[in-house]
């Protein structure tokens, strides 16, 4: 059972140099990420004089998320794993592959990074207000279900390319199949939600621009929804038993 390997870890986890190097990595790939991210939808809202939501405003979010959450994990997977999000961390944690301690340092800088990357962004476009997600036309009810969904695709999707010790060569391409699967999902959630999946995303702006409506809804469905997919990727694809080695003839 996955929560059997659940573990709060040593002091020295959350603390020596090797976790702190970690949480660094977390927190540029989290603030590279949500200034590029955040950014593009600031941009084009400037260049469309914050009209009315647009179908070409959805595939910026898409595309640019995407790009940048490839790069975000590319660029810290050889030192932190490239969670870049609360809720990768949290699945991570409820699969037994990482510690408590260190996985709360790991929110801790990618909270940082999403609000040093939102305060960056107030400050170069001269006091521009980052956007805060918020609910279109849909209840929170609807909301929290839409993210628990989103996310476990996310998460799931995480496990399969790059947690799982069978991963093999789908390893290689596992930034990609991320980013591609947060790309997707905006294309489905971002005219109901925003599409959030990340705690990290909807708290950096939502404390620049002091605006928490729904805020929890950001936090409990990616939170959710990753434990439901790590719980079912450990316990239905992961084998941790000691299989014995194939035999041969000398």
Not at 60 to 68: I, N, P, Q
Not at 99 to 127: D, E, H, M, N, P
Not at 192 to 203: E, H, L, Y
């Amino acid at each position: 059972m996955p929560f059997n390997r659940v573990a709060i870890g040593r002091p020295e986890e959350a603390s020596g140099p090797d976790a702190l190097k970690a949480a660094l990595a977390e927190f540029i790939s989290t603030l590279i990420f949500v200034f590029a991210g955040e950014g593009s939808g600031m941009a084009y809202g400037k260049i469309t004089g914050d009209g009315a939501a647009t179908p070409d405003g959805l595939i910026v979010a898409a595309l640019s998320h995407a790009f940048a959450l490839f790069v975000a994990v590319s660029v810290g997977a050889n030192i932190s794993g490239g969670h870049v999000n609360p809720a990768v961390t949290f699945g991570a944690f409820i699969g037994g592959n990482i510690t408590l301690l260190r996985g709360i340092l790991y929110i801790i800088a990618q909270l940082l990074g999403s609000t040093v990357a939102c305060l960056l962004l107030k400050f170069v476009t001269g006091g521009l207000t980052t956007t805060g997600f918020a609910l279109s036309g849909i209840s929170v009810w609807n909301a929290f279900v839409f993210e628990i969904v989103l996310t476990f695709g996310l998460v799931y999707t995480v496990y399969a390319t790059a947690v799982d010790p069978k991963k093999g060569n789908v390893g290689i391409v596992a930034p990609l199949a991320i980013g591609l699967i947060v790309g997707a999902n905006i294309l489905v959630g971002g005219a109901f939600t925003g599409a959030s999946m990340n705690p990290a995303v909807s708290f950096g702006p939502a404390l620049v621009s002091w605006s928490w409506e729904s805020q929890w809804v950001y936090w409990a469905g990616p939170l959710v929804g990753a434990g439901l997919a790590a719980f079912v990727y450990e316990l239905f694809f992961i084998n941790h038993s000691h299989e014995q080695l194939p035999t041969a003839d000398y």
